[in-house]
Nanobody, 126 residues
């Protein structure tokens, strides 16, 4: 069974950058599509970005497009979300999640993810 653990959250000023990580164990990343989601207090969960199991396809929500990038290190079984030009509205708990996917498939944010991490808090404030 896949386990996911996020890290790297913290407090950053508006306009700053932060990278959060998702360490996977129990299986290899190339069996799973990985997504990043966030949830602010009182708000619905929002899909932020995903990467296909092959690593060759990525997608981003319009709210973060051009500011966030997603990458992975297969050897470390870790997926990264690099967040630049952060805004106060990016403040949320960021979760990574995964579902089993074929290498030929693209990733989808609006689907059911099977495995979830507990999340890491990102706060953008001056």
């Amino acid at each position: 069974q896949l386990q996911l653990v996020e890290s790297g959250g913290g407090l950053v000023q508006p306009g700053g950058s932060l990278s959060v990580s998702c360490a996977a164990s129990g299986s290899t990343l190339d069996n799973y599509a990985i997504g990043w989601f966030r949830q602010a207090p009182g708000a619905e969960r929002e899909g932020v970005s995903c990467m296909s199991s092959s690593g060759g396809f990525t997608m981003f929500a319009d709210s973060v497009k051009g500011r966030f990038t997603i990458s992975r290190d297969i050897a470390k079984s870790t997926v990264y979300l690099q967040m630049n030009s952060l805004k106060p509205e990016d403040t949320a708990v960021y979760h990574c999640a995964a579902y089993r996917a074929r290498l030929s498939e693209v990733c989808i944010l609006m689907t059911q993810y099977t495995y979830w991490g507990v999340g890491t808090q990102v706060t953008v404030s001056s």
